[in-house]
């Protein structure tokens, strides 16, 4: 798969980046959930059917997160997941356009005009809630609209699980109720988080329990503070483990940037500077402050051996 970063206005020769004719599937895809791979499937498809490479835009920084919407600069899937994710669904080609101001203004006639066009789509694949240019104005019915012709628009209809549509802010919604059996089925996958082990306090191996302190690498939407069952690679290799996630309350106060700490079941190496990736199988309960440190042992106890139960399910 091959990633062309690109910013407006398009130098198509300059950059390299004419291949032809080519499908596109176009959206933010923060998350890349069942929705998201219905739209970019579709488009995978339907370039098979016209002999064309496929290709997806997308946008960085978020669109929203230059809107002035915060939360928008935390991601489900940060650019680096993205990409791997695009790739695993065969995707061709991706365009990383830079949402800047000058994008920002765009009419959708000059969007078309000047972005799509220039780029020679064949067709555009989109979802029904897809919109561009300033504003926002520009939904799919003006797409086809402004197309004259020269290129399809296909539109994918919403995409419903249990009969409530996917959407990337109801994943962020079940992230911060500690619903990760929705999140796992929303997006077709477990929730992840990836970063750097580093240097902590080292305080779990003084109570029995070392863990991994992990820095994240991206800027990942953190869940609910609290305790999880987790699945983590690191050096090629998976580990069984359990992790908190928050401010840890019964050592410290006024603590505003939370920590992700995990303790790997059966595991004793030294990885410091390695990176780390964590799956989040299973929300156990949330975060709180204890009483001595002997109550917090025996808390690690029952929530390591509820992490064990959990992940021999799977």
Do not use: W
């Not at 998350?31 to 370039?47: D, F, L, N, S, Y």
């Not at 359990?242 to 700490?261: A, C, D, Q, R, Y």
């Amino acid at each position: 798969m091959q990633i062309f970063p690109i910013t407006y206005p398009i130098d198509v020769e300059q950059n390299s980046l004419y291949i032809g004719k080519q499908v596109v599937a176009i959206g933010d895809f923060d998350g890349v959930h069942m929705g998201h791979r219905e739209v970019i499937g579709r488009a995978v498809q339907t370039a098979k059917h016209l002999g064309l490479p496929s290709a997806i835009m997308t946008f960085d920084p978020h669109p929203r997160a230059i809107m002035g919407q915060d939360k928008y600069t935390e991601l489900l899937t940060p650019r680096e997941r993205k990409m791997e994710i695009f790739s695993s669904l065969g995707v061709d080609h991706v365009y990383i356009v830079t949402f800047d101001a000058s994008l920002m203004r765009l009419t959708p006639e000059h969007f078309v005009d000047h972005v799509l066009d220039k780029l020679g789509v064949e067709s555009v694949v989109c979802g029904f809630d897809f919109t561009f240019g300033f504003q926002g104005k520009g939904t799919p019915d003006t797409l086809c609209e402004l197309s004259h012709g020269k290129f399809t628009v296909e539109v994918v209809r919403p995409f419903q699980m249990n009969g409530e549509k996917v959407s990337s802010t109801l994943i962020r919604e079940s992230l911060q109720s500690g619903d990760l059996d929705t999140v796992t089925r929303l997006l077709g996958r477990t929730y992840s988080l990836r970063g750097t082990v580093v240097d902590g306090d080292k305080r779990g191996r003084t109570i029995g329990f070392p863990t991994a302190n992990i820095q994240l690498d991206e800027p990942y939407v953190v869940p609910i503070h609290g305790v999880y069952a987790v699945k983590a690679t690191v050096n090629g290799e998976s580990y069984r483990g359990v992790m908190n996630i928050g401010v840890k309350p019964t050592f410290k106060t006024g603590e505003l940037k939370p920590s992700l700490e995990a303790h790997l079941f059966d595991f004793s190496q030294q990885i410091y500077g390695e990176t780390m990736t964590v799956e989040l199988v299973a929300f156990l309960r949330e975060e709180r402050k204890f009483t001595s440190i002997d109550a917090l042992i025996t808390q690690i106890k029952l929530d390591s051996d509820a992490a064990r139960a959990r992940l021999s399910e799977i």
